[in-house]
């Protein structure tokens, strides 16, 4: 090997080491921002106190007994306290959330300030009259199984939009497994597109856009 063609290879085999650590700082960077960027993006926040389901499906008769439609066909939605009151007057078991729910709450006629999971932007129109009643569609489709659980989850709140995360979904490259991931604008076009929802519209994206929004 002549003495130039030597400091070639030198310099060719500098250029790799720092090819191979711009590459490694590239991957380890991603990394870090796979797993931090959700958590700088989501803040978690808790319910007033926690609320067990299932213990609760044992004594009433069905979700409708809290989550009822009314006369007009809207939907009540998350209970008021006048659904709760005539068990809760008084504590019924020895948990610290009953108590805080009896003497914060029921004590003082406050209704309980709940997270809303699901809860879409105010621009966003969704009747569950169309869905349950006319569409014949099961609650777990769209809130997977809270309404059996035994305890509430954290509420995430996506610190820029203000929005819940039930929207956007917790999978970050978009995956979605389950019919419940997610419930943002594609989600419901999908939907409504299998299910031939008003089609040609907003299979189009064109001037539909009044079908979900208000
Ligand atoms: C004894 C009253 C009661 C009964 C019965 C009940 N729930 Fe609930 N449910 C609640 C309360 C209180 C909350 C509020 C907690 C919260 O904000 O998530 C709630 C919240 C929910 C939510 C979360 C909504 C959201 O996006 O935050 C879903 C979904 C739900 N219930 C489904 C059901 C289903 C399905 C059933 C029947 C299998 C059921 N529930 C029966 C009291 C009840
Ligand atoms: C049919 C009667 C009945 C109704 C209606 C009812 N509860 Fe209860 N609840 C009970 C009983 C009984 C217990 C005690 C269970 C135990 O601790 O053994 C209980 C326990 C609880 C607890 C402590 C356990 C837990 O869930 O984490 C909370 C909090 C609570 N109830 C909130 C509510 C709220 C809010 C409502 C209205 C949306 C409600 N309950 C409606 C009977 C009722
Ligand atoms: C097609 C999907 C879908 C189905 C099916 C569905 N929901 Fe919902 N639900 C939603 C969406 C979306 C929201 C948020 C609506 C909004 O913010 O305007 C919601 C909101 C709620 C809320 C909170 C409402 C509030 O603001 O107080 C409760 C409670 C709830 N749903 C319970 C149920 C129950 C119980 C069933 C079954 C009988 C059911 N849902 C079926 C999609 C669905
Ligand atoms: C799992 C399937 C499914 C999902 C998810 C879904 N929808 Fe629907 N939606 C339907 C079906 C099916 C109908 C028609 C029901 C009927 O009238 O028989 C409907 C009807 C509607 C209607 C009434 C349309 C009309 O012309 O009366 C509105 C508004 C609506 N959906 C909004 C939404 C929004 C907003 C979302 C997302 C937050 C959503 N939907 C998610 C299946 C779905
Ligand atoms: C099938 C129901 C559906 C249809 C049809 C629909 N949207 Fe949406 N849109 C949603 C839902 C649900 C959200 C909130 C979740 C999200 O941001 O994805 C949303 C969010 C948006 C937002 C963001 C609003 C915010 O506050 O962040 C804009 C802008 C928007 N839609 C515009 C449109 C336009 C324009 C059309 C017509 C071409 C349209 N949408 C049609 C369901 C729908």
């Avoid at 203000?162 to 019919?179: E, P, V």
Wanted: contains cysteine; hydrophobic residues 35%.
């Amino acid at each position: 090997m002549s003495a130039i063609e030597e400091k070639k290879a030198k310099t060719d085999s500098g250029a790799g080491f720092i090819l191979l650590f711009f590459i490694l700082g590239l991957v380890s960077s991603l990394l870090t921002g796979w797993v931090a960027f959700p958590k700088l993006l989501y803040s978690q926040k808790s319910q007033p106190f926690d609320f067990n389901h299932a213990i609760h499906l044992d004594m009433v008769d069905g979700c409708e007994s809290c989550h009822f439609f009314r006369e007009d066909g809207t939907y009540a939605g998350v209970p008021k306290l006048a659904q709760c009151i005539d068990c809760h007057e008084e504590v019924q078991g020895g948990t610290e959330d009953e108590a805080i729910f009896v003497e914060e709450y029921v004590a003082n006629y406050r209704e309980v300030p709940w997270l809303i999971y699901s809860e879409q932007p105010d621009c966003v129109f969704f009747s569950h009259a169309a869905h349950v009643k006319s569409g014949g569609m099961d609650c777990v489709t769209c809130h997977g199984n809270i309404g059996t659980s035994t305890s509430l989850k954290p509420y995430e709140e996506n610190r820029i939009t203000g929005y819940s995360r039930d929207i956007w979904g917790k999978n970050i490259a978009g995956i979605k497994k389950n019919t419940w991931d997610r419930m943002k604008m594609d989600d419901c076009a999908a939907c409504h597109r299998e299910n031939g929802v008003k089609q040609n519209s907003v299979q189009t994206h064109k001037g539909a856009c009044f079908v979900c929004h208000k």
